[in-house]
């Protein structure tokens, strides 16, 4: 099982980074759980992000690969809904990825 501390503390960590993919969480999930099926551990962050999302200590936007451009920084509404698409957790030409606030990097 994987607890909820341990997923806010990968994404806190994550979030510090430069504009890691929804699917680098679950890529950091499957070293410490790799008995865990995807969807299981889609099934434990989706809550934690949405929760960071809504309280704004965390942001996601549009990252379009190789364009090599900052992010397109999402509203939290339209962010935690794509939560829920399949295709987020997925690497790909234009794919989401975190963008953390100044709160969650000093953590």
Do not use: F
Not at 21 to 50: C, F, Q
């Amino acid at each position: 099982m994987i607890k909820s501390a341990e997923v806010q503390e990968l994404i806190r960590r994550l979030a510090r980074e430069e504009w890691p993919g929804l699917y680098e969480i679950i890529s950091n999930l499957n070293t410490a759980h790799p008995d865990i099926s995807e969807s299981a551990k889609i099934d434990a962050v989706r809550p934690v992000l949405g929760a960071l999302l809504e309280r704004g200590q965390l942001q996601l936007g549009w990252l379009e690969w190789p364009e090599g451009r900052p992010p397109i920084p999402l509203e939290a509404p339209e962010a935690i809904r794509l939560l829920d698409d399949p295709r987020s957790w997925q690497a790909g030409e234009r794919y989401p990825v975190l963008l953390g606030q100044p709160s969650l990097r000093a953590c």
